[in-house]
């Protein structure tokens, strides 16, 4: 290809419409064709990253092998796609402006006048620019929802790569809702129309229509939004909702043309073949699954889905691997107490503590991990769901009354989990944790070393606390084995209960790297020995 073709995905209507799935679904679709692909998102928020942000407003933060901390769609792009994704995958509103300001401090702009147009969409365009290398198409993903004054700078940015790079090398996707007026039993493509007018008073006319809808659009319905949007019939794609899994989704876009009318708009070789057999392969064992199972998740953020996106994500994916369906058990932390534990764990076969911060809801963890320690239920703790495992063991198997973390008791007379050293003087919030990925050493004869089948991995960390060292000879004499460490045995990097059918707890972040066709082999082993336990019931 002579140069790099751009697509841009923006959204109308309202938020969470999947744009990030819509844009994952893309890049799937593209490799499946041959093409070399790379992904950005574009956030629009004023934050320098999301790592400051509440589940509770953002959603989980994914972190990438560099340590940034970005938005959840960005492990959609990694699930989807073989994009290895780091910080320029990720941009905000408030990188660019503090790289802007601080040119501006430093005389780089000679005396000018700084203004939105050119410098901040100068600086948007380089950033983008920035991953375009030695790939064929680069897929964007504008965050927020076109009519907010937030995303103005991004799409003027993106209206201007017409006049930079040509028409041809384009393309602009724009994601809509059709809802269904319940009362009258009617879908309207009224707020479409609108969204549209609104990216076209930008100056950007929509290349392929993707409307989120209830059921399957009538050649009629498309017909009347393309008059109103100037987008072709066969360009305005039907984004149905999916029941069983997202994973169905480029299978579908497939099926309806998205692909083609990709290719033709962006003048791309025609005479490539999709290749989707692992995607059909993928659907054929998520639609036929051979058992059941029933896995708790027990956090303190769990009323919301996006919290534990990508928990939730390779939890699905070990559950293929074993084609097993998953029942995901949510539960509250702040729910579960020595009376209620057995009625809310007493029939599941797994449960799993992801990470987590804050006080709030983690005596609930400590007495769910007690039960599954004694009754043998598998169990997977990752981050703190490893610390709340040592802190459980410390108190009942130790005898060490009141242990705790520091975290959350700074006067605890056994602090077992401590802060890192190279974090006690650590004042400001945003991107100071230990974060990113790191080598580590694993212990022959765990199993740790059972699902990895080697003496080392490599995995990404978001934390501030660890294993407490000093107690490290206390915790070995009482049976609790340390199976990974960093190098040198410096810090503790997982533990697993002795004489226990299947528990670990690591502090790293494993669910980061997995994806639907190679499930994480912690992930994996876990739901492995859930299946197991219910075989027993």
């Not at 066969?234 to 998205?258: C, F, Q, R, T």
């Not at 239920?377 to 410390?394: D, H, K, N, R, T």
């Amino acid at each position: 290809m002579d140069s790099v073709k751009y697509i841009f995905v923006s959204g109308g209507v309202c938020s969470s419409l999947g744009k990030g799935i819509a844009a994952s679904s893309i890049g799937a679709l593209l490799e499946s064709r041959g093409y070399k692909i790379q992904m950005l998102k574009v956030d629009p928020y004023l934050n320098i990253d999301a790592g400051t942000m509440s589940p509770f407003q953002h959603g989980e933060v994914y972190v990438t092998d560099d340590g940034a901390e970005t938005d959840l769609d960005l492990g959609n792009y990694e699930r989807f796609t073989s994009t290895k994704i780091t910080k320029l995958n990720s941009i905000t509103t408030g990188q660019v402006y503090k790289e802007v300001i601080e040119r501006e401090r430093k005389g780089h702009y000679l005396g000018k006048c700084v203004q939105v147009i050119p410098h901040i969409t100068d600086e948007i365009k380089r950033r983008i620019k920035l991953v375009a290398k030695d790939v064929d198409i680069v897929i964007i993903e504008i965050g927020g929802t076109v009519g907010d004054i937030e995303s103005v700078p991004f799409l003027e940015a993106a209206r201007q790569f017409i006049i930079d790079i040509g028409r041809e090398n384009v393309l602009f996707v724009h994601l809509t809702l059709i809802p269904t007026i319940t009362a009258a039993g009617e879908l309207k493509t009224k707020p479409t129309q609108h969204s549209v007018q609104k990216l076209r008073e930008i100056g950007i006319q929509p290349d392929i229509l993707m409307c989120r809808i209830d059921q399957e659009m009538s050649s009629d319905m498309k017909k009347k939004i393309s008059l109103f949007t100037n987008v072709e019939s066969s360009a305005i794609i039907s984004a149905v909702d999916i029941k069983d899994s997202i994973y169905e989704i480029p299978v579908d876009y497939e099926n309806k043309g998205l692909t083609d009318v990709i290719i033709k708009k962006l003048q791309l070789h025609k005479d490539k073949v999709t290749d989707l057999t692992r995607w059909n392969k993928l659907i054929k064992i998520l639609k036929n699954p051979e058992t059941e199972v029933r896995i708790a998740v027990i956090g303190k953020y769990i009323k919301l889905q996006d919290s534990y996106k990508s928990i939730y994500e390779a939890l699905n994916h070990a559950g293929y691997y074993n084609h097993a369906k998953l029942k995901i058990v949510k539960l509250d932390s702040e729910d579960i107490t020595n009376e209620s534990v057995i009625t809310l764990l007493g029939d599941v076969d797994g449960v799993l503590i992801p990470g987590g911060f804050g006080e709030r809801g983690v005596e609930g963890k400590i007495i769910a991990a007690k039960y599954a320690r004694e009754n043998k239920i598998p169990y997977f703790g990752i981050c703190l769901g490893m610390q709340i495992m040592v802190i459980e063991y410390a108190r009942n198997v130790l005898g060490f009354n009141n242990a705790n973390s520091k975290e959350f008791d700074p006067d605890t007379e056994y602090p077992v989990v401590n802060l890192l050293e190279e974090q006690e003087y650590v004042d400001d919030k945003g991107g100071t944790m230990r974060l990113g990925a790191y080598q580590s050493v694993i212990v022959p004869n765990t199993r740790m070393f059972a699902a990895y089948k080697s003496d080392s991995l490599s995995e990404r960390h978001r934390h501030r606390y660890e294993f407490n060292g000093k107690y490290r000879k206390e915790f070995e004499s009482k049976g609790l084995i340390i199976s990974c460490t960093t190098e040198g045995e410096k810090l503790v990097e997982a533990v697993e209960w002795p004489q226990h059918p299947f528990s670990i707890g690591v502090q790293f972040h494993p669910e980061f790297k997995s994806n639907p066709f190679d499930a994480h082999p912690i992930f994996r082993d876990f739901i492995c020995a859930s299946i197991n336990k219910r075989g027993k019931v």
